[in-house]
């Protein structure tokens, strides 16, 4: 039986086929390339659609009948996409792709017996129109009777092709992505698998703008090196910029390479080395690397180990692995370019068939078994939806209080209970609408006249210390999507009360 993973980017979709035997095959999606970037071109108003490199060439001659957003903004919402009759919605747009990606399969693969996706992270956030995103897809594959077994975060399925046996339990994981329309930072813990902790989304920061940056400064570099305008001819203007688009995956091969613009009159050659792509590519490297560390500072684990890894596309990035190495910021790393299709193939190759929609399995990072207590061979499974890091600023009085968004709830004598949603048996709500059903984020015990921190299933403690909570202590906490400070405070009103009753 084979399993075909696919890593459903918008820069590039790649497929990768995994039989029972272990032989992997990476499937070729494009005339002359394994990937199928997903750009769509409206060719004339009979309807049809032209897709892959071949729409973005046609693209760079008339931007207005090219759309490449489907895949980041897949919803029912309709499009402005100009050269058709009438207006088209996002989603069919994608059933269209998918269909062709579809097609492009089957002539490379005619028996897959389970297909895994993996996908960008914020169709796997909580909230209604990730659910949307998610029921669209889902829906279109069924419709094309695609046997999908599973949906999977994309940076966690690169990761899980790479290995994480060389990863040290507790070890901080930042993937750092570049799709066509915005920067993706997903950071994971690891622990007993890769538990994802925060999911970022900068939609200024795409590879797309990255791109155009770099073909406008080769540009100007060409005019000036040359004489030759290259915009003049709109051929020759799409010719160039896919040269240039083809040198930036390459470049890090290389240690140098060529653009060449060729008329009836003459032809005309430029040399690009790596040290000369870095030096246009500056500022927007400095962007990325402001991002990066904002997010290191928020979700880092203060001293504790940590890596920072590239996808593809980001390191396609000529200086950016050297900036974020300049700053400090530990092991950086590079992945392959079809790392996600490998790892959702070599993830879901055992999951069985659901019977319907609703029991396609839906996973944000790798859950493996969790050793229950002592016993072995006892496991239980670990969902993880927030992580903890508390800050031990406190003295030396016991905390009365927890305050949370300005409000100080009492702590009493007993266990007390901060969890998500709508439960009778919390103390203190965090967020109500984060989850569709209620969720232990973890609990204060009093023992022995002292308060401690207990670690609940449902979060990640990045330290809980075996010494007491003391007031002035605070807990930082890190949801999908948001942030939130908890303070733990030492009412003196509150112990005269007590005293006095």
């Known amino acids: 039986m084979a399993t075909l993973g696919i890593e459903l980017s918008d820069v590039g979709v790649h497929g990768v086929v995994i039989d029972d035997d272990g032989s992997t095959r990476t499937i070729k ?11 769509a071109y409206a060719g004339s108003d009979s309807g049809e659609l032209i897709f892959g490199a071949e729409a973005q060439e046609l693209g760079q001659v008339y931007p207005r009948r090219m759309n490449s957003s489907f895949i980041d903004e897949l919803s029912l919402l309709s499009t402005d996409f100009e050269g058709r009759q009438s207006r088209i919605a996002y989603s069919q747009i994608a059933y269209r792709f998918l269909k062709e990606l579809v097609d492009r399969v089957g002539k490379e693969e005619q028996n897959i017996d389970r297909v895994v996706l993996a996908v960008p992270g914020h169709y796997l956030e909580q909230n209604d129109l990730a ?3 998610i029921g669209i897809l889902l829906g279109i594959l069924g419709d094309l009777q695609v046997p999908v077994v599973g949906v999977v975060d994309m940076a966690a399925a690169s990761l899980y092709s790479e290995g994480l046996w060389g990863v040290a339990e507790g070890e901080r994981l930042f993937h750092f992505d570049l799709l066509l329309h915005a920067t993706h930072i997903t950071v994971f813990n690891k622990r007993y698998g890769l538990e994802r902790v925060y999911f970022s989304r900068q939609p200024q920061s795409g590879f797309q703008a990255m791109q155009e940056r770099f073909s406008n400064a080769m540009a100007n570099r060409f005019l000036k090196q ?6 003049e001819d709109r051929r020759i203007e799409q010719a160039f910029h896919s040269q240039t688009r083809e040198m930036l995956f390459h470049l890090g091969k290389v240690t140098e390479a060529s653009l060449e613009v060729s008329t009836r009159e003459k032809s005309r050659q430029m040399t690009v080395t ?3 792509a870095a ?3 500056a500022p927007y490297v400095k962007v990325l690397t402001q991002i990066l560390l904002r997010a290191i500072n928020d979700f880092g684990d203060g001293d504790g180990p ?18 974020m190495i300049a700053q400090g910021v530990g092991i950086v790393k590079q992945l392959p370019a079809e790392s996600s299709a490998f790892g959702a193939a070599n993830l879901g190759k055992t999951w069985e068939l659901p019977d319907s929609i609703e029991e396609v399995r839906v996973e944000t990072g790798i859950n493996l078994d969790i050793p229950q207590g002592d016993e072995s061979s006892s496991t239980r499974s670990r969902f993880p939806i927030g992580a903890i890091r508390l800050i031990k600023q406190g003295k030396s009085l016991n905390p009365t209080h927890i305050v949370c968004d300005g409000l100080a709830y009492e702590l ?3 266990d007390f209970i901060v969890g998500f949603g709508e439960s009778e048996e919390f103390n203190l709500v965090v967020e109500r609408d984060l989850t569709p059903a209620p969720a232990e984020l973890f609990r204060l015990k009093f023992e022995e006249d002292r308060w401690f921190l207990a670690e609940s299933k449902s979060t990640i403690i990045e ?3 075996a010494n007491s909570l003391k007031a002035g202590d605070s807990f930082e906490v890190a949801l999908p999507g948001r942030r939130k400070q908890l303070l733990l405070i030492h009412c003196i009103q509150s112990v005269m009360t007590g005293n006095e009753s």
């Not at 040359?226 to 915009?231: G, L, N, V, Y």
């Open 29 to 39: 999606l494009g005339k002359e390339t394994e990937r199928l970037p997903a750009y």
């Open 131 to 133: 659910e949307q995103r």
């Open 226 to 231: 040359t004489s030759f305008d290259i915009t």
């Open 274 to 276: 790596r040290d000369l």
């Open 279 to 281: 030096l246009d590519l």
């Open 306 to 323: 940590m890596q920072v890894i590239l996808s593809e596309r980001a390191a396609a990035i000529q200086g950016l692995k050297e900036s």
């Open 412 to 414: 009493g004598n007993g």
């Open 463 to 465: 330290s809980a210390p």
